[in-house]
């Protein structure tokens, strides 16, 4: 591709130089500034590329202009010496990668199959022709890695976010650090028009931040003392002060990192079918062209040379390098463009399994609710005060991390677990605090029915959360959430994308699960479900097929559903670790219409990856049957092989658009 340079080729089928840097690579400084600096060295090897090439060009058009009007007049060996020059200069990195593949016993590909072509063209004479073969090869070569070098760019755009420093706040003294050094409560200050370096919680100070490269929303929020912020979104106009949630590798931008680089390793069925078809395709089309080369003359059917020479159109129309390199660059265009909108895809297979879906399963609470829950009524049993059924329930909720539960820890101030109580988080039931005897719990029916205490059936559509100490019911409490405003359009939209059905699964009580799926059109539902029994659901809905299935959950007690159906998909699932390891895709704002704009994302993306497979096979198969009857040259040939895959790689890049 560029001169003096060895080729090798990814996982992915992008060819690119040793130590290129692309994120498909394991290096570190791949964002930030160096991004930058390897998006100019990129335009700069593309620039020089080009102006060798044009060089060579200019040379060649005027030895073709020479040997056309003067060739009689012309020395010929001079004039094949100037093409082999040509060619030597064109083509010496193309012989120097099929020389290492023939050494390591790849005898069929891109490179051996033109390379041997092109040389077998000038042992028949053919001179002009070999060095054009090969000077379109190289210019389709450039562009070809021009456009994947855009393609992965555009994601190391979004990702250029890694923070470069973080200004450590230590015994009233600033230290500066990088990121990966942050702790757990370790301070660190972050100046207007900087980038939060980790995840964590404001604790003083006020600033807009740009959430853009994370969530993909445009508009900017408001952080202030108590707001929660994420790694690798940009503090605007405010110098705030954030106490560590936890290290660097735990951040949103780390796990946003770490989610992008392995994306490209897991590929979907369409490439892996394509990889097999290539690697029998190039053999069997090799052996057409020995067939063709050999079969006639020495049958008698024509001279030796004729049809060495249709041998030799086949061979380089046979280069597969239309469908290797366009395939996937659509598949990571499409991860990209899904990036940029806020949804973190796992691999270029969950593409593919979105496409297929016919029904779609949603968690309730802070999927198709926010989650933000209000306490709508305290009602204590007889005998007990009002004031100590809620400290009750908030000591025994304070250690959950569930909308719930912080919804009714958050109405007591200053609450503390005593000393030597363990926490028992007992899931999809409720939480429990034990020290000997001692013992309080807050949670469903189920939970106090473990312990043998009965709960009154209570009517209306909040959550109720029962409590009890030491055995005795203290009461109920009930809170509230309510239905996204997006929910309704999102179920709308997953219909008009022809989802057949979509269903509800949820701990709550049936009240709850009946408002809510009766609000938003929904064809079915499950309520008080544990997170195995939400499995179970799931299969059931699904006649234990689940390849034609997504669940989208908000990563709390989710995991096992996750991974069950066919593609899980984490709303907002930095929140949950959970999330991040059991989902195929994580949508960063908590948005349901995020949902149907992965379908389209995914639809678009297998067009565009289809037309390019009917488009290289459709013209190739032509102007081989055009090649084998004498009715295309070598000339025809670099259209049918070059031409098409720039076609292709230019149709590829369409999958990074962010019109859906």
């Given at each position: 591709m560029h001169e003096n340079t060895d080729f090798e080729r990814n996982d992915d089928g992008h060819e690119h130089e040793d130590g290129c840097g692309c994120c498909c690579c394991s290096a570190s400084e791949r964002y930030g500034a160096e991004c930058e600096e390897e998006e100019r060295q990129a335009g700069d090897k593309f620039h020089k590329e080009m102006l060798l090439l044009a060089a060579i060009g200019l040379i060649f058009a005027l030895c073709l202009v020479l040997d056309e009007f003067f060739g009689d007049n012309l020395n010929k060996q001079l004039l094949d010496a100037f093409f082999i020059a040509l060619y030597l200069a064109c083509g010496l990195p193309v012989l120097k990668v099929a020389f290492r593949a023939l050494m390591h016993g790849d005898f069929f590909n891109e490179f051996t199959l033109m390379g041997g072509a092109t040389l077998a063209a000038i042992a028949i004479g053919e001179m002009s022709e070999a060095v054009g073969v090969m000077l379109f090869y190289r210019l389709g070569e450039a562009f070809q890695e021009k456009a994947s070098s855009q393609s992965r760019r555009s994601i190391k755009a979004l990702l250029a976010q890694k923070p470069i420093v973080a200004r450590l706040i230590k015994d009233g003294t600033?230290?500066?650090?990088?990121?990966?050094?942050?702790?757990?409560?370790?301070?660190?200050q972050v100046f207007p028009g900087e980038v939060i370096p980790i995840d964590g919680t404001v604790k003083s100070g006020i600033s807009q931040v740009d959430c853009s490269a994370i969530t993909g929303e445009s508009v900017p929020v408001t952080a202030e003392p108590g707001s929660t912020v994420h790694g690798g979104t940009l503090a605007i106009d405010g110098l705030i002060t954030v106490e560590a949630s936890g290290p660097f590798e735990d951040s949103t931008i780390s796990r946003m990192l770490e989610m992008v680089q392995n994306a490209a390793a897991r590929k979907s069925p369409t490439e892996r079918f394509i990889t097999r078809?290539?690697?029998?395709?190039?053999?069997a089309v090799f052996c057409i062209a020995a067939m063709v080369a050999l079969l006639p003359p020495l049958t008698g059917h024509g001279s030796f040379?004729?049809?060495?020479?249709?041998?030799l159109v086949m061979l380089v129309i046979s280069c597969p390098c239309a469908l290797v390199i366009s395939i996937p660059l659509g598949y990571f265009g499409g991860i990209g463009c899904a990036s940029k909108k806020g949804i973190l895809v796992k691999g270029a297979n969950v593409l593919d399994a979105v496409n297929n879906v016919t029904t779609a399963v949603f968690d309730k609470?802070?999927?198709?609710?926010?989650?933000?829950?209000?306490?709508?009524?305290?009602?204590?049993?007889?005998?007990?005060?009002?004031?100590?059924?809620?400290?009750?329930?908030?000591?025994?909720e304070s250690a959950s991390k569930h909308p719930v539960a912080k919804a009714i820890a958050q109405e007591v101030k200053d609450i503390a677990i005593p000393i030597g109580f363990d926490i028992i988080q007992v899931p999809g039931k409720g939480m429990l605090l034990r020290n000997g005897k001692n013992m309080i719990a807050a949670g469903n029916s189920s939970l106090l029915a473990d312990f043998g205490v009965e709960t009154p059936d209570v009517t209306g559509t909040?959550?109720?959360?029962?409590?009890?100490?030491?055995?005795?019911?203290?009461?109920?409490?009930?809170?509230?959430?309510?239905?996204?405003?997006?929910?309704?359009?999102?179920?709308?939209e997953l219909r008009r994308l022809g989802v057949k059905f979509v269903y509800m699964l949820t701990g709550d009580r049936k009240e709850a699960a009946k408002s809510v799926a009766d609000a938003l059109g929904l064809d079915g539902y499950r309520f008080e479900l544990l997170p195995h029994e939400k499995v179970d659901a799931l299969k059931e809905i699904c006649g234990n097929d689940t390849s034609k299935t997504l669940y989208v959950?908000?990563?709390i007690n989710d995991g096992p559903v996750l991974v069950t159906s066919e593609t899980g998909i984490a709303m907002g699932g930095f929140g949950s670790q959970v999330a991040v390891e059991a989902a195929d895709v994580v949508i960063l704002d908590d948005s349901p219409l995020k949902v149907a704009e992965l379908i389209r994302i995914a639809r678009k993306t297998r067009v565009i990856v289809w037309e390019n497979i009917i488009m290289a096979l459709t013209v190739k198969g032509v102007f081989m049957l055009l090649g084998a009857v004498g009715l295309a040259g070598l000339w025809e040939a670099v259209f049918a092989d070059v031409g098409v895959a720039l076609l292709a790689i230019l149709n590829a890049t369409r999958a990074a658009s962010a019109k859906t």
């Open positions: 600033q230290i500066e650090t990088v990121p990966e050094k942050i702790g757990r409560g370790d301070l660190v078809f290539a690697k029998r395709y190039t053999p040379h004729s049809w060495f020479y249709r041998g609470t802070g999927t198709l609710t926010y989650g933000r829950f209000k306490i709508a009524a305290i009602v204590p049993s007889n005998g007990t005060d009002r004031d100590e059924l809620l400290k009750t329930a908030a000591l025994a909040g959550t109720v959360v029962h409590v009890m100490k030491n055995r005795s019911y203290l009461g109920h409490i009930i809170v509230e959430d309510s239905i996204r405003k997006e929910a309704r359009s999102a179920v709308d959950g908000d990563g």
